[in-house]
């Protein structure tokens, strides 16, 4: 059973670690819990949050706050080369990783260590070294917010792209995942280690799922802050995809600026290093400051307002604007 509580601080339910309260606030543990909630607060403004790895909260919030909390991982069919397994929305990233691991399924080695809910990954197609959630998710289970009923989104239908989704663009707020089907694969693995960084450690060491992972373990904790020590959210804005134009008049002024042809038409920059070199890295100001180790991360040295780490945020997109006249746009959910 569910209870509902008042007036609660969401203090451990945000990585940045913010101070904010929201006046209504419930745990819930299956689908059938989140309808009845949604049910009794009809006419609340609800929140859903997952593991609060991805979000800046700025004030409080006069509504309900619904903390999904449904665990469960199975196997519901599996053939020679692939399993497909179902995943509860509350189930925290890293230890499905750990799962997947341990019965020797690969896909998702790569994404070792991401703070955050299983739930939440597919809004933002969470990714790193390489892979991008999008290459493994089956379909994912939602429900509607409004008409309480269960949906069923394909792969296709989630509309994946960089670090976005259906669910962040043409139905932000509408769908809740309640559910996250995965196709994962049985041995032999086709490992991806391809990136600068996991090429170089994994030289040395046998080329398996598990060494992947221990190895961007290695590569994550040497560089991005533990929101346990250092309150962070990760990369707090998106790489910026130029157009072949702008990204030619930005190396013709930096020929040595890092880069990624996504397309015929697009380039994508590293937004770490135009911070870097705009002389922000390790900047900062009170309480809150640019990461020293990677520029793209912002953290909250202690006791931090939202408020703080939004101000610090802004004036970082408009030095990047003055220098660079390129926009940065925020990966974290401002709210
Ligand atoms: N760079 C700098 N200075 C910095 C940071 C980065 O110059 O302080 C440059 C370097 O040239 C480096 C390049 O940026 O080679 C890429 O840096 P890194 O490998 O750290 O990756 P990123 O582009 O900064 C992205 C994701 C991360 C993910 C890593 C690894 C986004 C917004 N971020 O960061 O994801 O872990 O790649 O794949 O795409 C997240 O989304 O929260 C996140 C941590």
């Not at 693995?189 to 040395?204: F, K, N, P, R, W």
């Not at 290695?218 to 533990?226: C, V």
């Not at 702008?246 to 590293?270: A, D, G």
Request: proline share 4%; with cysteine; net charge neutral.
């Amino acid at each position: 059973m569910f209870k509902t509580e008042e007036n609660v601080s969401l203090l451990p339910y945000n990585t940045f670690g913010i101070k904010a309260k929201s006046k209504y606030f419930a745990k819930v543990h299956s689908n059938q819990e989140l309808i009845e909630v949604l049910t009794q607060f009809k006419s609340t403004p609800t929140r859903i949050l997952g593991g609060g790895s991805n979000i800046l909260l700025t004030q409080d919030f006069e509504g309900l706050t619904v903390l999904l909390s449904s665990k469960g991982i199975a196997i519901v069919s599996e053939n020679e080369t692939h399993a497909l397994v179902t995943v509860q929305a509350g189930e925290v990233w890293h230890d499905f990783v750990l799962w997947a691991l341990t019965n020797n399924l690969g896909g998702i080695e790569n994404l070792a260590l991401i703070p955050g809910s299983v739930g939440a990954a597919p809004l933002q197609n969470i990714g790193a070294y390489g892979i991008e959630l999008e290459s493994v998710v089956e379909s994912c289970q939602t429900l509607n917010r409004k008409s309480l009923q269960l949906h069923d989104f394909s792969n296709k239908e989630c509309q994946f792209g960089y670090r976005t989704s259906v669910f962040k663009t043409q139905l932000k707020d509408q769908h809740i995942i309640t559910q996250v089907t995965f196709r994962l694969q049985k041995t032999p693995h086709t490992l991806e280690c391809s990136y600068g960084a996991v090429a170089q450690l994994m030289e040395e060491k046998p080329k398996t799922i598990q060494s992947v992972a221990e190895t961007v373990i290695e590569i994550r904790q040497s560089k991005l802050p533990d929101p346990k020590i250092l309150g962070n959210s990760g990369s707090f804005f998106k790489n910026p995809e130029l157009s072949n134009a702008q990204f030619k008049t930005l190396q013709t002024r930096h020929p040595e600026v890092p880069h990624y042809v996504m397309n015929t038409s697009q380039v994508k920059i590293p937004a770490g290093w135009l911070i870097e070199t705009a002389g922000l890295k390790g900047y900062r100001k009170g309480p809150v400051g640019v990461h020293e180790k990677q520029a793209l991360v912002l953290v909250n040295y202690g006791k931090a307002t939202g408020k703080e780490i939004l101000q610090l945020s802004q004036y970082i997109q408009n030095q990047i604007k003055t220098r660079f006249n390129i926009a940065l746009e925020p990966e974290v959910n401002i709210l």
